[in-house]
Each structure stands twice: as structure tokens, then as C-alpha cells.
């Protein structure tokens, strides 16, 4: 089992930075992907970010690319999802998730079976 805490949510104006934290617990060594979504009131689930961990290859949504950077620190089984340029339509509820599956679109939040408990960011204008 994997357990996931976020932290590093906040409320900030548009154009500010934040750094979100996801500190894993448990056995991680058969996690394949590693990803923050967000979800806004009223809307779906979207995946922000990912890293394919056999690669470290990382993907973005289209909305955050050249903004946000996904990274880890695989001492401190964390992962960090740096986001500047901060913009209002950026406010959601942020999760990071583990994926122990393979072959699947990284952004398919049904493929991932560890979640953590989420942590709100707010950008105000």
C-alpha cells in the first residue's frame, strides 16, 4: 500500500508561485506513473501533470506547459509540482496520485489506484 499527504496549498494573486509537496508513504517501488490533478467546482477531474518513472519522462497538460514543472526527490519519496505564473482559472482542488498499472494515457484518472487527500489552491485576480 501507498499512502499520499499534499501540502503547499494556498491563496495567492495572479501571478504568484506556489509549490505543491506530495510525501509518499509505503511500498513505492511499483509505481510506474506519478501525477497532480485538479478538479474546480462543477468540473471534471483533469490531469495537470505526470512523470513516467521507468523514464522520467514528464507530461503536461496544454494549459499549464511553460507554468508548472513536475519533479521528485526519490530520497524523500516526494514529489513537488512547481507552479508560477499563477492564473484565477488555476484555482481547484490539487491531488497528486500513484499509478502501480502501465499502458495507459497519463491523464486517465481512473488508472490510478493511490490518491491523496487533496490541497486547495486559490489565485484570485
Known amino acids: 500500500q501507498v499512502q499520499l499527504v499534499e501540502s503547499g496549498g494556498g491563496s495567492v494573486q495572479a501571478g504568484g508561485s506556489l509549490r505543491l509537496s506530495c510525501a509518499a508513504s509505503g511500498y513505492t517501488y511499483s509505481i510506474n506513473y506519478m501525477g497532480w490533478f485538479r478538479q474546480a467546482p462543477g468540473k471534471e477531474r483533469e490531469g495537470v501533470a505526470c512523470i513516467y518513472t521507468s523514464s522520467g519522462n514528464t507530461y503536461y497538460a496544454d494549459s499549464v506547459k511553460g507554468r508548472f514543472t513536475i519533479s521528485q526527490d526519490n530520497a524523500k519519496k516526494t514529489m513537488y509540482l512547481q507552479m508560477n505564473a499563477l492564473k484565477p482559472e488555476d484555482t481547484a482542488m490539487y491531488y497528486c496520485?500513484?499509478?502501480?498499472?502501465?499502458?495507459?494515457?497519463?491523464?486517465?484518472?481512473?488508472?490510478?489506484?493511490?490518491w491523496g487527500q487533496g490541497t486547495q489552491v486559490t489565485v484570485s485576480s
Open positions: 496520485a500513484y499509478s502501480s498499472r502501465r499502458g495507459f494515457t497519463w491523464y486517465d484518472s481512473t488508472k490510478y489506484n493511490y
